[in-house]
């Protein structure tokens, strides 16, 4: 049967709950339960709005010129639609901390030549940090923070392990990239977003035409023990501009007081550009 749009956010919802029932299994430890999964997950993900690939659709140019980072990969599914948009002279970094995922998301793309995956979670620092895996979906894999552990509680926080960090300053250093050769990165963390800017300071004040895509979740910044208005205001810091991209490719300003009011209870993908 084929859905209408109106049945995505329904679908997505049985999928997610087929994921952690099958998941509990052991099932999606074989290929081929796991590659079906996976499909039907990038199916979902082509059938939606998906606000990434409005924008790649309707304003390919922010993403031209430039490597593009994407930062919390999943299994590949941003991926593949940045891959439609880069330069063939440059490269897509993808950083995503989780090793199931990772274990997917390097299986898609190791014979291109042009993503570069990185088994990373990205922060602040360089250094080890604790990463909390969801075994009820694997689009919500968080850092493990004090706060973040207090509200799950022992029980839950079982499935947490060590991973490495790193800051996007000293990783384009390392990689012998400069700050004004990056056009475009991609940030969706579950909460985390906040120390993501921070660590890339350097990189933010030297590339006055960078652009971004941000997931802005208040309910999962709180989770981890952040200040949505800290965010907001650091982003203000960087001099960028807040703004939405509506289904039709319309990029809409925003302000900090409708973000942080009731009407935008739930994530929101916000675009910053400089100079607008």
């Given at each position: 049967?084929?859905?209408?749009?109106?049945?995505?956010?329904?679908?997505?919802?049985?999928?997610?709950?087929?994921?952690?029932?099958?998941?509990?299994?052991?099932?999606?430890?074989s290929g081929?339960?796991?590659?079906?999964?996976?499909?039907?997950?990038?199916?979902?993900?082509?059938?939606?709005?998906?606000?990434?690939?409005?924008?790649?659709?309707?304003?390919?140019?922010?993403?031209?010129?430039?490597?593009?980072?994407?930062?919390?990969?999943?299994?590949?599914?941003?991926?593949?639609?940045?891959?439609?948009?880069?330069?063939?002279d440059f490269?897509?970094?993808?950083?995503?901390?989780?090793?199931?995922?990772?274990?997917?998301?390097?299986?898609?793309?190791?014979?291109?030549?042009?993503?570069?995956?990185?088994?990373?979670?990205?922060?602040?620092?360089?250094?080890?940090?604790?990463?909390?895996?969801?075994?009820?979906?694997?689009?919500?894999?968080?850092?493990?923070?004090?706060?973040?552990?207090?509200?799950?509680?022992?029980?839950?926080?079982?499935?947490?392990?060590?991973?490495?960090?790193?800051?996007?300053?000293?990783?384009?250093?390392?990689?012998?990239?400069?700050?004004?050769?990056?056009?475009?990165?991609?940030?969706?963390?579950?909460?985390?977003?906040?120390?993501?800017?921070?660590?890339?300071?350097?990189?933010?004040?030297?590339?006055?035409?960078?652009?971004?895509?941000?997931?802005?979740?208040?309910?999962?910044?709180?989770?981890?023990?952040?200040?949505?208005?800290?965010?907001?205001?650091?982003?203000?810091?960087?001099?960028?501009?807040?703004?939405?991209?509506?289904?039709?490719?319309?990029?809409?300003?925003?302000?900090?007081?409708?973000?942080?009011?009731?009407?935008?209870s739930c994530?929101?993908?916000?675009?910053?550009?400089?100079?607008?």
């Amino acid at each position: 049967m084929l859905l209408k749009k109106t049945d995505t956010k329904l679908w997505l919802y049985y999928l997610v709950e087929a994921y952690s029932l099958v998941n509990k299994t052991g099932l999606l430890r074989s290929g081929f339960a796991r590659s079906l999964f996976e499909n039907l997950y990038f199916f979902y993900k082509n059938l939606a709005k998906d606000p990434l690939k409005t924008l790649v659709k309707h304003h390919p140019a922010l993403l031209r010129n430039g490597h593009i980072l994407d930062i919390g990969s999943n299994i590949g599914y941003t991926v593949a639609v940045l891959e439609s948009a880069i330069d063939s002279d440059f490269k897509i970094f993808a950083f995503e901390p989780d090793k199931t995922n990772f274990k997917s998301l390097s299986a898609r793309y190791e014979k291109k030549d042009r993503i570069s995956c990185q088994q990373l979670a990205v922060g602040s620092r360089n250094e080890e940090i604790t990463l909390w895996h969801n075994k009820d979906s694997h689009a919500d894999h968080r850092i493990l923070t004090s706060e973040l552990s207090s509200l799950l509680g022992s029980g839950d926080t079982a499935t947490s392990y060590k991973v490495s960090c790193v800051n996007i300053d000293s990783f384009l250093e390392k990689h012998s990239i400069q700050p004004q050769d990056i056009s475009f990165i991609k940030i969706d963390v579950q909460g985390f977003e906040i120390n993501v800017i921070k660590g890339m300071t350097n990189t933010l004040r030297n590339n006055p035409n960078i652009s971004i895509m941000i997931e802005f979740d208040k309910n999962a910044l709180i989770d981890l023990g952040f200040d949505p208005k800290e965010l907001l205001n650091l982003i203000a810091e960087h001099e960028f501009s807040l703004a939405q991209i509506s289904s039709t490719g319309a990029i809409t300003p925003v302000t900090q007081e409708d973000l942080l009011s009731e009407r935008y209870s739930c994530h929101t993908d916000l675009i910053l550009r400089k100079n607008q």
